[in-house]
C-alpha cells in the first residue's frame, strides 16, 4: 500500500511538470529561438544590420511609448484641473517703465551737506535736487535723452568737474487686479504710457526755461498734458473698491495734483520761481517712478 500511493504522488508530480514544461517553457524557449533567427538569419538578408536591430527594439519600444502617453495625458489632465482651481479671478498687468538720464554732482552721508550743495547749484544758475538711496545724492537736471544730457554736462563741468551722467533704468511692477475691472486696467495703462511721455515731453522744455527764464512752453505744455490726463482719470476713479489698481489710480491722481501746483507757482522770468518748481518738477518724477515701481 505504501509503495501504490508513493508511486501515486510522484506521478501527480511528474504529471504537473510536464504541463508547465508543455505550456510556459517551451513556448517561451520557441518564441527566443525565433526572435533569434529572424534578428541573425532572416532580417540581414533583406536589410542592413542596424536596421534589423531597429526592427527588433521596436517591439519593446512601442508597448514604452504607449504607457509614457498614457502617464502624459494624465499629467496635463492634471495640470489643467490645478490650472482652473487656482484661477481665483485675479489678473496681472506689468506696467510700463521708463528711462531717463540726470547728472549727479555729488553725495553725502548728511542730508545738511546735501542741501548746502543744493544752494551752491542755485549761486551758479543751476537747479539741483536731492535723492535719497542709500545716501542723499545731489543732481541737476533730468532728461529722458541722453543726447540732451551730455549737452548739459558740458555746463555742469564748467563749475563741478567730477559731475557725471546718471542712468536710471526704471522697471514696472506688476499689480493684481480683479478681471472684472480689465476695462478699467486697460485705461490705467494707458494713462500711464501718457504720463511718461509727458514727463518726457516736458522735461526737455524745462532746460530752455532755466536758461532764458521764459516758462511760457513749459506751462502750455504741462497744463494740456495735465488736462488730458485728469479727464482719463475720471474715467476710472471710483469704478475700482479696493486693492492694487485702487490704490495705483489714487496715486497717479496725487501725482496729477502736485503738477497742477508746479504749474499755478511758475512765474516767467522769476529765477527763483523757475528753479524752486523745476526742483518740485524732479522731485514728482522721482515719487512717480517709485509708484510705477512699487517703492516705498
Known amino acids: 500500500m505504501r509503495r501504490t500511493r508513493r508511486s501515486s504522488k510522484k506521478s501527480n508530480v ?84 521708463m528711462n531717463l538720464f540726470s547728472i549727479q554732482v555729488g553725495s553725502f552721508s548728511s542730508n545738511d551737506n546735501a542741501e548746502k550743495l543744493v544752494n551752491q547749484l542755485k549761486e551758479n544758475n543751476l537747479d539741483g535736487y536731492i535723492v535719497d538711496q542709500e545716501s542723499y545724492k545731489v543732481f541737476t537736471g533730468t532728461f529722458f535723452s541722453k543726447e540732451e544730457t551730455e549737452t548739459y554736462l558740458e555746463i555742469v563741468r564748467e563749475t563741478y568737474n567730477d559731475a557725471f551722467i546718471k542712468s536710471f533704468d526704471i522697471n514696472g511692477s506688476t499689480i493684481k487686479y480683479n478681471v472684472n475691472n480689465k476695462q478699467y486696467m486697460d485705461i490705467v495703462a494707458i494713462i500711464i504710457s501718457d504720463l511718461n511721455n509727458a514727463f518726457g515731453q516736458e522735461s526737455s522744455l524745462w532746460t530752455d526755461a532755466l536758461k532764458n527764464g521764459d516758462v511760457q512752453a513749459v506751462k502750455e505744455t504741462m497744463t494740456n498734458n495735465n488736462e488730458k490726463l485728469s479727464n482719463q482719470i475720471l474715467g476710472v476713479k471710483d469704478k475700482v473698491s479696493g486693492g492694487e489698481l485702487d490704490e495705483l489710480i489714487n496715486e497717479i491722481e496725487n501725482k496729477l495734483n502736485q503738477r497742477k501746483e508746479v504749474v499755478n507757482n511758475l512765474e516767467t522770468n522769476n529765477i527763483q520761481s523757475i528753479n524752486s518748481s523745476y526742483v518740485k518738477f524732479n522731485t514728482i518724477l522721482f515719487e512717480y517712478m517709485k509708484v510705477i515701481t512699487k517703492q516705498q
Not at 34 to 48: A, C, I
Not at 60 to 84: F, W
Open 14 to 97: 511528474n504529471k504537473w511538470a510536464n504541463i508547465f514544461v508543455f505550456f510556459v517553457v517551451a513556448p517561451a524557449v520557441a518564441i527566443l529561438i525565433s526572435l533569434g533567427l529572424v534578428k541573425y538569419l532572416l532580417l540581414p538578408q533583406f536589410m542592413p544590420d542596424k536596421e534589423a536591430n531597429s526592427v527588433i527594439d521596436n517591439v519593446s519600444k512601442d508597448t514604452d511609448q504607449n504607457q509614457d502617453e498614457e502617464n502624459s495625458g494624465k499629467n496635463n489632465e492634471e495640470n489643467s484641473e490645478n490650472s482652473n482651481n487656482n484661477n481665483s479671478g485675479i489678473a496681472t498687468y506689468k506696467l510700463d517703465g
